[in-house]
């Protein structure tokens, strides 16, 4: 089992940047495919990126493409997001999410859910 934990939202201004981080526990974590979603108000909750257990990696090209950078530290067992050139598009409650045999875009396929971090971005 897996409990994830996401860290670093907060107010930024319009081409701000921040990293979020998703620490979970447990010895397992190394066997997770991992990825983060986003939930705008009165929005259903989108896929933003996700990073397997072999590093492969995935983006919503639509709108996060070139801005954001998903990585893990397996060492560590964390899962970061980097967000550059933010935008008020940007603004939501952002998700890392886990799951073991499911690596896709869809929030449906992962099992394990932190309670989200609120990122805003004022213009």
């Known amino acids: 089992q897996v409990q994830l934990v996401e860290s670093g939202g907060g107010l930024v201004q319009v081409g701000g940047s921040l990293r979020l981080s998703c620490a979970a526990s447990g010895r397992t974590f190394n066997n997770y495919n991992m990825a983060w979603f986003r939930q705008a108000p009165g929005k259903e909750r989108k896929f933003v990126a996700t990073i397997n257990r072999i590093g492969t990696i995935a983006y919503n090209g639509d709108s996060v493409k070139g801005r954001f950078t998903i990585s893990r530290g397996n060492a560590k067992n964390t899962m970061y997001l980097q967000m550059n050139n933010l935008k008020p598009e940007d603004t939501a409650v952002y998700y890392c999410?886990?799951?073991?045999?499911?690596?896709?875009?869809?929030?449906?396929?992962?099992?394990?859910w932190g309670q989200g971090t609120q990122v805003t971005v004022s213009s």
């Open positions: 999410a886990a799951a073991l045999f499911y690596s896709g875009t869809s929030d449906v396929g992962y099992d394990k």
